[in-house]
């Protein structure tokens, strides 16, 4: 389900509403007024690479939804945050002292007689307290009773009272308890998701104290000392309480939380982000690439020898195109028309040929050429620049240079539009004979996960693997004992680097096969898991085409992405990944939304790098950009590690445990780490495939490590009574050593009826 937020229509959907000009000067004036039925919400696609903003009045639409590449969105936001900070900054420049004379608002809790209790200004650090609360609570209630005294329900009820009864709440509480303590809360019961709300209560004590520090609400737990045991930058997407105490020279940290965030990692060199992306075989490109008409694609199957597609003859060429989508009724500049499977017209628009068996009546919007879509004339296929939505029928009108017409290319005002039809608005569940236009649609271009994909370092595979289950094979082995990889066997591996016909196992960079520009990786085959399918290569000897049947074996060929509609049952018989491996030169990475603040370390060379003097980063739309000018260099070894909240957690991950630490003096410790992780699933029967849903696991790990520096004077004099050498510092002598373990229970679902405690797993749903 995409993210959701909501926002005032009447500001930019980057921005948050609020005061118009400088809020921080005129925090009373020009205070805009927003209701709460007045709400504009931005989605996020399942795709991750557009967003939807629509806006509604008492959530009904109010406008027609607006669609934008989410690159523009990092675009907007990014700039709008400037803006901000420029305004903030303008305002404190201009008059430091307005905050704090047009007073926080809200509500003061401060009580002026001070609290007389040792207890309570021992614990807290002093008699005070202040708070500060800011928000609104919305209670509605209602009342129902009926009373009825002529009919009697299923269950003899005569009367019936009900009492309803919902709240909202937004609403921040900061301020002090004593000297100790500091309350920071931000809650609203509307925000789309539970990560957004924020409860810190931070506990500090003097310097004399033992206890010296405790943190309840949203917390986070760095352990620096250990090498085995880690959170890599430290885990801030924790839940619970934490405390620190020292009691000399004895440092301890205790935590007992549950787990919100989910920890990733990102690896770069010489300034190239490395990146792995797989696709199964039944996510082709949908509803991008189509086929003019049937005839281009079987020309689609002849290749030269040097396997380059063959135009087709000069007069079946495409002269003119236009390309029309169905649209909005009430838009003027749309035309009313139908579209058939074939509509052949003479020049007057007068029908030759008109094939009903697939019709589409609407009212269609005209497409631009090369914004919208391009094509090319001498195969007849056109690529749309966005995919065709659901519920979108897609048609063409076209003129050969012959001048056989499709389409009322010619169309004038007044006579009836006709165009020829490529897509129709909802796929069948399969289709319905050969010449349905669901063969005009390509099924054999791969998105590969990137754009602008350099050369170095790019490297395809394709592996056999039918389910979830098994290991991926990247060769067949054939019958008499020899082996071939699926590059080869899928047309993918043909040449050498030297261009010679001998495969090398590496794929072809060919610039019809792999697009790098676009991202895009294309078949020879129309349909290349389908072993039935075959293409034509002419040879030059014999001067003819020779059938080059695809040699997949029939066992392993998978067909339900060309013969159904049906996505689950694409699903259930998928067999073939397509890994790619590749290398971006960026100074800008993607971490994906809602990034968890200061949960990112960013390391070059193994040295930490300074968020805001190395990096900067957005954290709302995990936007990292490294300034510092030695990531790019070739030896350059970049690591980022950070954490992202979590939309929807599915397992509950709690984590106990405590770190010891003896500090003997600035560089020498001795310390021991004892760690509890346990893991909960809503699945009650764990599968023995594994896949994404591990089931429940319960980890108890332990660590000893320590860290000893000396300085050995014996050996400077060592040093110092041999002939010609003479040391300038003093020596120094750095022992360090770490041991720990980890005691996994990675199936803690258990069954009595099977009298093993060890953890049950279901096979094909028996145990």
């Known amino acids: 389900m995409p993210a959701v937020r909501t926002y005032d229509p009447r500001v930019s959907p980057f921005d948050e509403a609020g005061a118009t000009g400088l809020t921080r000067l005129y925090g009373g004036l020009g205070q805009r007024w927003r209701p709460s039925s007045l709400q504009r919400k931005v989605a996020v696609d399942s795709t991750g690479q557009y967003i939807t903003i629509r806006e ?78 800011q928000g609104d609570i919305q209670i509605d209630g209602g009342f129902r009773k009926e009373n009825r005294t002529e009919q009697r329900t299923a269950f003899n009820y005569g009367s019936n009272t009900n009492f309803k009864m919902t709240q909202k709440q937004r609403f921040t509480v900061t301020g002090r308890i004593g000297e100790k303590v500091t309350v920071n809360v931000d809650q609203d019961s509307e925000r789309a998701f539970d990560f957004e709300n924020n409860i810190k209560l931070n506990y500090t004590g003097f310097e004399d104290d033992i206890l010296k520090k405790v943190e309840a609400g949203n917390i986070a737990l760095s352990l620096p000392g250990t090498r085995y045991v880690t959170f890599g930058g430290g885990n801030a997407g924790l839940f619970g309480l934490k405390s620190e105490m020292q009691l000399g020279n004895l440092f301890v940290t205790a935590i007992a939380s549950q787990e919100k965030g989910e920890s990733k990692k990102l690896s770069a060199s010489g300034g190239a982000q490395a990146k792995d992306y797989n696709v199964r075989d039944l996510n082709y490109m949908r509803d991008t690439y189509f086929f003019l008409h049937r005839e281009y694609r079987e020309n689609f199957r002849y290749y030269s020898e040097k396997w380059r597609h063959l135009a087709v003859p000069t007069g079946r060429q495409i002269r003119r195109l236009e390309v029309y989508v169905t649209g909005r009724l009430d838009d003027p500049k749309n035309i009313p028309g139908d579209a058939y499977r074939e509509a052949l017209l003479d020049a007057e628009g007068n029908v030759l040929v008109l094939d009903e068996r697939e019709r589409v009546s609407g009212s269609f919007r005209k497409l631009v050429p090369e914004q919208d879509y391009r094509y090319e004339p001498t195969l007849g296929y056109i690529r749309l620049t966005q995919r065709a939505q659901e519920g979108e029928a897609l048609a063409v009108a076209y003129e050969t ?30 289709p319905r004979d050969l010449d349905d236009t669901w063969h005009l649609e390509w099924k054999n271009v791969y998105d590969l996960g990137s754009r602008n994909i350099p050369e170095e370092g790019l490297d395809i595979r394709v592996y ?112 073939f990944i397509i890994e790619v491996k590749s290398q971006n030169k960026t100074s800008t990475y993607q971490l994906g939304f809602n990034v968890i603040e200061g949960s990112e370390e960013v390391s070059l060379r193994g040295n930490r790098l300074v968020r805001d003097t190395d990096y900067v980063i957005d954290y709302f739309s995990g936007t990292l950009t490294v300034t510092n000018p030695e990531a790019n260099k070739p030896d350059a070894q970049l690591e980022i590690t950070y954490q ?65 520096q000396f300085q050995p004077n014996f050996l400077s004099r060592a040093l110092d009574a041999l002939p010609i050498i003479a040391t300038q510092q003093a020596s120094t002598l750095n022992l360090e050593g770490e041991i720990a373990q980890i005691i996994p229970n990675p199936n803690a679902l258990n069954n009595k009826e099977t009298g093993d405690p060890n953890g049950v797993a279901y096979v094909d749903d028996f145990e």
Not at 91 to 96: E, V
């Open 56 to 133: 509604e009045l008492f959530e009904q639409p109010i406008r027609a939804p607006y669609k934008a590449p989410i690159q523009l969105y990092y675009a907007e936001r990014l700039r709008n945050n400037e803006f901000k900070l420029w305004q903030s900054a303008l305002a404190k420049s201009l008059s430091p002292g307005a905050e704090a004379r047009t007073g926080r608002g809200g509500l003061d809790v401060d009580i002026p007689v001070p609290i007389k209790s040792r207890a309570f200004a021992q614990i807290f650090g002093g008699s005070s307290v202040g708070l500060n609360v």
């Open 644 to 708: 992202n909240n979590q939309l929807f957690q599915l397992e509950k991950k709690s984590i106990l445990g405590s770190r010891a630490e003896f500090r003997i003096n600035k560089d020498s410790f001795i310390g021991g780490t004892l760690l509890y992780l346990s893991e909960r699933s809503l699945e009650q029967r764990v599968r023995l495939s594994g896949g994404e849903d591990r089931g429940p696991m319960k980890n108890l790990v332990w660590d000893f490590n320590t860290r000893l």
């Open 464 to 575: 056999f693997q039918p389910g979830s289950a098994g290991t991926p094979e990247e060769t067949l082995i054939l019958p008499g004992g020899g082996q071939i990889s699926y590059l080869n066997i899928f047309g993918l591996d043909e040449t050498n680097v030297n261009g010679e016909r001998r495969p090398d196992n590496q794929i072809d960079l060919d610039g019809f096969v792999v697009n790098r520009g676009a991202g895009e990786l294309t078949f020879p085959f129309l349909r290349p898991f389908d072993a039935r399918d075959s293409v034509f290569v002419f040879d030059q000897a014999s001067q003819s085409f020779q059938v080059f049947k695809n040699p997949l074996p029939l066992d392993k060929q998978v067909t339900a992405m060309y013969d159904t509609a049906s996505y689950s049952e694409q699903q259930r018989l998928t067999k």
């Open 401 to 430: 240079n012959d001048g056989e017409i499709h389409g009322d290319i010619n169309f004038v005002t007044g006579r009836p539009f006709r165009l020829k039809l490529l897509r129709e608005r909802t796929t069948l569940p399969a």
